[in-house]
């Protein structure tokens, strides 16, 4: 007897469950575990002293400062577009909500040349940003702004479904209240939606944090000066330093699972607002 | 038209007056409206009491009530909704009919000039839709706010309001209280609107009204040729085949309606069906011809 006329027979349930278990444990787990352990194998000691290269300390430091430059302006652009997006009527709407997905949909090493091309010495703009001594290419500035083209749709796309699905009533009943615009978004808007949107921001930073094709086209690789950890990660293997290679990347990894980790809290903490989310 | 009157759409043209001033271009904010809407949106991450402080805290500093007064204010409301044990509640935690007067008091505390109803009661079952309603009504008797209740059922406005505008197409019929709107039908649509009236096309001559192949005499003050005449279940009763004036009728099926019986009638083939009520005490047989007299003509021109 089955349970319903969905329920497939014994068999199957199990071999289909044997098969996601086995494809995770394969491409997921096995290498993660292989992260760790490549790390450690020379003991923890030469674990800890990878972290004393000055250049890799300074990768740490770039990708924290990218990740806190790259998040709060994706935050203010993701808060607005899907404001205007789920809250307004005005021509060229769908167009918008089309250009904040391009990023999912173009190669991040395209996206990196494209703004090559633009600023970079031979670019549109490049020859006028060196008459002002400004570098964008090969430097700071141009990997933040990579980053934050290829992080810019996480967080919009995480409030637009939601922001429609609630509609403007209570807005509006806010409006008549009494409340100015500025405190109806913060008392009624920004509460409803901070779940989604702190949801939004961990994806967002894990992305800035991890991002490698878009950076890697702009950085040029400098050492000490425009390498972000993923950078520093392929330079070190390289270069056959197998530990502090994955030493860097153990912390990505742990970057990664910390986020697996808040984000499992939040659709605990907060299925129903989350469940009305659609996944990038 | 209350999303007009609360300021949320700008009119077209014309003008909005409160209490002769013109507040045409006056933001929502400082219209001092109360709105409840028909799915009430009361803000869900707000207990009841922080939901109807919502409207006095918002207000400036210089005109903020201080805390204790505000805190005295919702006691107050929620007294007067008869919610007073609730006030920590969240809004998913009450029921429709709880949602809805917690609306009512978030509306209320403002003290607005005009309070605006948007099918209140639309989204709540029969019941409590019937209780909420003279609970509505007696509360306005109290606290005596101006009040536009915007509804689709007939019945309610008519027992709720004191004066009843009916519009169709966003033009108002006609304005009256529920009596005049009742027995004085001003066009051919209110006729047809209020009161379950059927819409029969009729003739007219000098003194005739003919429906169908029947003819009866009455006065009337309208132009010979074709007309509508609107048919209530009221406005037809049985008559003994005696006396003149008479239309004849075929019983076409027998209803119960709570204590009365609902009989539907056919005044003769190609015509719409006619309803009266009898007492439960009477009854009737499909296939039976009757008598009727037509008490009230309402006749419009077509």
């Known amino acids: 007897m089955r349970d319903s006329a969905t329920a497939e027979g014994t068999l199957a349930r199990w071999a289909l469950i044997a098969i996601a278990v086995a494809f995770l444990g394969l491409f997921l787990a096995l290498p993660l575990l292989a992260v760790f352990s490549e790390a450690l194998r020379k003991g923890f000691d030469a674990y800890l002293a990878s972290f004393n290269d000055p250049d890799t300390q300074s990768s740490i430091g770039l990708t924290l400062l990218i990740a806190a430059i790259a998040v709060p302006l994706n935050l203010v652009f993701g808060v607005c577009a899907a404001w205007s997006i789920a809250k307004f009527d005005f021509p060229g709407k769908s167009l918008l909500t089309s250009l904040i997905d391009l990023p999912f949909s173009v190669s991040p090493v395209v996206s990196g040349l494209v703004y090559v091309l633009l600023f970079g010495a031979k670019g549109l703009l490049g020859p006028s940003l060196s008459d002002w001594d400004f570098k964008i290419i090969f430097a700071v500035p141009g990997v933040v702004l990579a980053t934050v083209f290829v992080t810019f749709p996480f967080i919009a796309r995480e409030l637009i479904p939601l922001m429609q699905e609630q509609g403007t009533s209570e807005e509006e009943a806010a409006l008549t209240l009494g409340a100015s615009g500025w405190r109806t978004f913060l008392t009624v808007t920004l509460p409803n939606v901070r779940w989604a949107l702190l949801y939004g921001v961990l994806l967002c930073n894990a992305r800035a944090m991890g991002e490698f094709g878009a950076v890697s086209v702009v950085s040029g690789h400098i050492r000490g000066l425009t390498n972000t950890m993923p950078l520093q990660v392929e330079i070190l293997y390289n270069e056959y330093n197998f530990v502090a290679a994955f030493a860097v990347a153990s912390l990505l990894a742990g970057l990664a699972l910390l986020t697996l980790v808040g984000k499992s809290f939040l659709e605990w903490r907060y299925g129903d607002g989350l469940s009305a989310v659609r996944r990038p | ?302």
Do not use: C
Not at chain 2, 68 to 91: D, F, H, K
Not at chain 2, 269 to 297: F, M, N, Y
């Open chain 2, 1 to 302: 038209m209350l999303r007009l009157v609360a300021g949320l759409e700008i009119p077209t043209g014309g003008r909005l007056l409160f209490d002769g001033e013109d507040a045409t271009h006056l933001p929502v904010r400082e219209r001092r409206v109360g709105f409840v809407f028909q799915h009430y949106a009361l803000f869900k991450h707000f207990d009841v009491a922080d939901n109807i402080a919502y409207g006095l805290r918002v207000r400036p500093r210089r005109s903020r009530p201080s805390s204790t007064e505000i805190r005295r204010r919702v006691a107050e409301l929620l007294e007067l909704v008869q919610l007073s044990g609730l006030a920590r509640r969240l809004p998913a935690q009450l029921s429709g009919g709880q949602r809805q007067r917690v609306a009512l008091a978030r509306a209320l505390a403002v003290e607005p000039r005009v309070l605006l109803l948007d099918e209140p009661f639309g989204a709540l079952d029969a019941q409590v839709r019937r209780d909420l309603r003279r609970w509505l009504r007696d509360l306005h008797d109290r606290t005596g706010h101006t009040t536009l209740f915007v509804t689709h059922d007939q019945e309610e406005a008519l027992e709720l309001a004191d004066r009843v505008a009916i519009l169709s197409k966003g033009r108002i019929e006609q304005i009256g209280t529920p009596d005049e709107v009742l027995d004085q039908p001003a066009t051919a649509f209110v006729a047809g609107f209020i009161g379950e009236a059927v819409r029969l096309p009729v003739e007219l001559a000098e003194r005739t009204l003919r429906i169908g192949e029947q003819a009866i005499v009455i006065e009337h003050g309208l132009p010979a040729g074709a007309a509508a005449l609107f048919i209530r279940p009221s406005d037809l009763t049985l008559a003994e085949p005696i006396g003149r004036n008479l239309l004849t009728g075929t019983v076409v099926s027998v209803r119960r309606r709570g204590p009365a019986r609902r009989v539907e009638l056919s005044l003769g083939d190609g015509l719409p069906t006619v309803e009266i009520e009898l007492s439960a005490g009477r009854t009737a047989r499909k296939g039976q011809a009757v008598h009727l007299r037509l008490l009230t003509p309402r006749l419009f021109p077509s």
